[in-house]
């Protein structure tokens, strides 16, 4: 059974950093890309990050570069986001999703989902 279960959401101050983690259970990441995508209210969901499963070939959505990185532990099958300067704009939940090999920035595309976990930009 394909199970994803994201972590690591919270409250912090404008410029501050969070690290997210994407447990994944019933599939091996050397098979699955896992992209991470995030809904604010009245919002569409959007992809911010996403990792192949193939050669770990990382991608981020042009409002995140530079502030936010993406990676993986295959061992303990384990995605990380790790958000810094952290801004307003940023405050979503955070959703991983698991397709197959190769990334998208396409919600629909991904077939696995877990529950979400909130980010809260504020001061």
């Known amino acids: 059974q394909v199970q994803l279960v994201e972590s690591g959401g919270g409250l912090v101050q404008p410029g501050g950093s969070l690290r997210l983690s994407c447990g994944a259970s019933?599939?091996?990441?050397?098979?699955?890309?896992i992209g991470w995508f995030r809904q604010a209210p009245g919002k569409e969901r959007e992809g911010v990050s996403c990792?192949?499963?193939?050669?770990?070939?990382?991608y981020y959505a042009d409002s995140v570069k530079g502030r936010f990185t993406i990676s993986r532990d295959i061992a303990k099958n384990t995605v990380y986001l790790q958000m810094n300067s952290l801004k307003p704009e940023d405050t979503a939940v955070y959703y991983c999703?698991?397709?197959?090999?190769?990334?998208?920035?396409?919600?629909?595309?991904?077939?696995?989902w877990g529950q979400g976990t909130q980010v809260t930009i504020s001061s």
């Open positions: 019933g599939f091996s990441l050397h098979n699955r890309a």
């Open positions: 999703a698991a397709r197959g090999y190769y990334c998208s920035h396409y919600a629909p595309n991904f077939d696995s």
């Open positions: 990792i192949s499963s193939n050669d770990g070939s990382k």
